[in-house]
């Protein structure tokens, strides 16, 4: 059966309309096909059982949905609020802050690695964790103690619809998961700009000064940027992440830099940064939202509003 | 009969500082790195005056004074194991860095000089810690306290960033690993000026290092004041291992592994040891920096990874031909 | 007198009895007196104390007439030349270049070496006799040459006095007899040695004076044969001995076996 993913490109193809607002047959049809293939995936509902594969391999059984979730990385509980089901939580990271509703949901601590005693005290029946090398000790030690454990790898958009899907039938929610994805992929391949765009500006996305370390195409940051019309000035690094030198920077020349803090940053101070022609410029687009720091059902509005700041830019 | 050094060691720096403008993320003609330097309008120009240039001094400078701390230390604790780090300068470097970082300073000059003071503090405690009865040095106790004090520093660090936000935790610690990122003129004439005192009191006291290196008893019968020695010892190397750490981290195997190559080839004596090292020291990190820039473009690979990577197997063939 | 000390008391923390308990101990020029006594007696804390390794307790020493304390260490070095039982090796030199170390007390820091200096190099080699093996590195020679080269280090120093400890522990009979052959002939050419050690017999052919310390307390201070007799090195050593005489004249102790 077709995965997610493909459904998910499928519909893509399908949906690469005029974007005109009117009704198209195609589309439709296409979204059905889209939605028959992606029911008969992972998530299968058959009397009183509900099973899952997670993305490391190993097959989760519940008899009914889960009633005690604990959603140990920031991603999973804004999804988990998203598709209805907050009020299932009953745990979540300290670095869980939205929406709003998460801050009033116990804080066991650091997702990675979480502290196994805060979250059993929580007493789950499903844990949620980021797939990680360091995880994998806690999910045994949760599984032991009788919780079904979910490791996803939560890392580019394309993710936000496949787990929504994959959550939405053991949290008991399953055609919000469903609503959410489709809307999620729809909005998103609504935003989809022809990939030529040479009038597309150059962008440093940049996580770090000290040393100084840019966004790689691997990351959902960089596709967000892509689907807001820019070009990621190290498209060419694989990786979420790497460290560059400012002379690489200074070579590929961005006409803009992409920061999360308001104001001029405390690096265009320093005089080796400003052999940068951005720097000195001061060509600085400040994306502040912290829903910049995960995959996010936000990310549709996140790329509008990065759309139109870079739409200012434009000389 | 070994070959003279003096040539060989010019040789290799000039080698080293060629390389360290030429390469990087870009490769740069060297007809292009003439013109850059010498004319302010070529298209070079600006990367190489203003980013290759100040780093390949500091990491020449960085490189020297690492490998004299290094060397010094060795006869200072009389243990061939020592490096500038023992003396547990870089845990407080980066407590000072980290400081500084997490509360957003923004000042070019912030985080070198929070780093120095941060180093120069924890300096000054294992000076106090191994003041046994309050007068001598002990060397055994000196070599324990940097230890401890290290491992006290980085746990403050790992707390202080346990307690903000995870990527900087993360990208905090990449500050740590070292790197000459930060060279710039401000940084090259903080060096310049605080690095050239102590650089130059080591390399005067060339042989009071070679008694010290025989003993405290040894020394005092040959007419040295053992105790004098190694405060003097103690301190500049202190200030000026203090000094490189605020403005490149904790840069390693340069300070441990050059020494012994250099002794091994030159022998032991410090008057012309301790020059010889600055210069192996610097051009060895200078091309290692070119190297950590210019592998893998447009990514960086921390220097220290470098250092190692290379530094051990050459030192592994001087190791073999010694014995040979 | 070059070197005295009188009424010398050094107690080691944590220790009741004095490691030594008022001790007078002397060395003039030109003379070869021997430090010797049981295990404990506190010959190696004697030769601390009169060179101001050690403090004291009571008691005072002093050099050429000027207490030790006013002494810098520089001017002590030209004066006193030191050889203590162990050296360990960090980073090997070559003979030439350890021996050259001993000038330091004439160069300081920062002196350059001048013709004085290579001469003086020179001839403490030559008296050490390790001329031969100057390019050598001290990692690579036996027992007994490396002592000698530290004799010869110390003899760069040109000094009026030479300080030993134990220069010839497990030396075998060749080099023992090499090094004590040395210090007889530096004792004849003018420098004044204080020799610890505990081979009885030779000290007793080569030394003006013995100085006999058991328990911190010096038993006798005279020639050889007046110091060796049968019933003190008995007492002392708490070993039944006999003594004999060779033909030089001096007392040869052989240590009896219980049926003797």
Known sequence: ?315 | MTAARWPWLLGLTLVALAAGLSLGATRIAPGAVWAGLSDPAAGAAPIIRELRLPRVLLGFLVGGSLAVSGAVLQALVRNPLADPYVLGLSGGATLGAVIAISAGLTSPWAVPFAAFAGAMATLLLVYRLSLVAGRRLDSHVLLLAGVVVSAFTMALVTAILMLVDATRLQNSFRWMLGGLWSASWITVRMFAVYGIVPLGVLLLNGRSLDLLALGEEQARHLGSDPERVKRVAYLATGFLTAVAVATSGAIGFVGLLVPHAIRRIWGPLHTALLPSVFLAGGGFLVLADALARSIAPPVELPVGVVTALVGVPLFAILLKRRLA | MILTGEGLVVRYPGVAAPALAGVRASLNQGELVSVVGPNGSGKTTLLRALLGTTPLAQGRVELEGRPLAEWRPRELARVLGVVTQREEILFPLTVQETVELGRYAHLGAMGSPGETDRLAVAEALRRADVTPLAGRRTDTLSGGEWQRVRIARALAQNPRALLLDEPTAALDIRHEMEVFELVRRLAEEGIGTLLVTHHLNLAARYADRLLLLDHGVVVAERPPAEVLRPEVVSAVFEWRVAVTSWCDGAPQIVPLKPGE
Request: aromatic share 6%.
């Open chain 1, 1 to 315: 059966m077709a995965s997610p993913a493909l459904s998910f490109r499928l519909l893509n193809a399908h949906l690469q309309g005029p974007g005109d607002g009117r009704f198209h047959l195609k589309p439709v049809v296409g979204l059905l096909v889209a939605l028959l293939a992606a029911c008969g995936t992972r998530a299968n509902q058959s009397a009183g059982s509900l099973v899952a594969v997670d993305d490391a391999g190993d097959t989760v059984r519940l008899a009914q949905p889960a009633s005690r979730v604990v959603s140990l990385s920031p991603a999973t509980t804004e999804l988990v609020f998203a598709i209805g089901a907050g009020d299932r939580l009953v745990g979540r990271t300290r670095w869980c802050d939205f929406p709003e509703a998460a801050r009033a949901v116990a804080d066991v601590g650091d997702g990675i690695p979480p502290n196994i005693e805060s979250v059993l005290a929580r007493r789950p029946d499903l844990v949620l964790l980021y797939r990680s090398p360091q995880n994998s000790d806690a999910a045994e030690r949760f599984r032991a103690a009788g919780a079904a454990v979910l490791q996803l790898d939560f890392d580019h958009l394309e993710d936000v619809s496949r787990i929504a899907r994959l959550l939405g039938p053991l949290v008991g929610h399953p055609a919000q998961g469903d609503s959410l994805a489709t809307a999620f992929d729809a909005e998103l391949a609504r935003l989809r700009l022809p990939s030529d765009d040479r009038g597309a500006p150059t962008v440093l996305l940049l996580a770090w000064d000290q040393p100084p370390m840019a966004i790689g195409a691997g990351s959902f940051q960089s596709e967000i940027l892509t689907l807001a019309g820019g070009r990621n000035v190290f498209a060419d690094i694989t990786t979420p992440s790497a460290t560059v030198s400012i002379e690489a920077i200074a070579a590929r020349d961005p006409s803009l830099i992409l920061v999360s803090d308001s104001g001029i940053p405390g690096f265009a101070r320093r005089p080796e940064w400003n052999v940068i022609r951005a720097v000195r410029e001061r060509r600085f687009v400040h994306l502040a939202t912290p829903a910049f720091g995960r995959p996010s059902p936000r990310a549709p509005a996140l790329v509008r509003e990065l759309r139109s700041l870079l739409a200012e830019r434009r000389p």
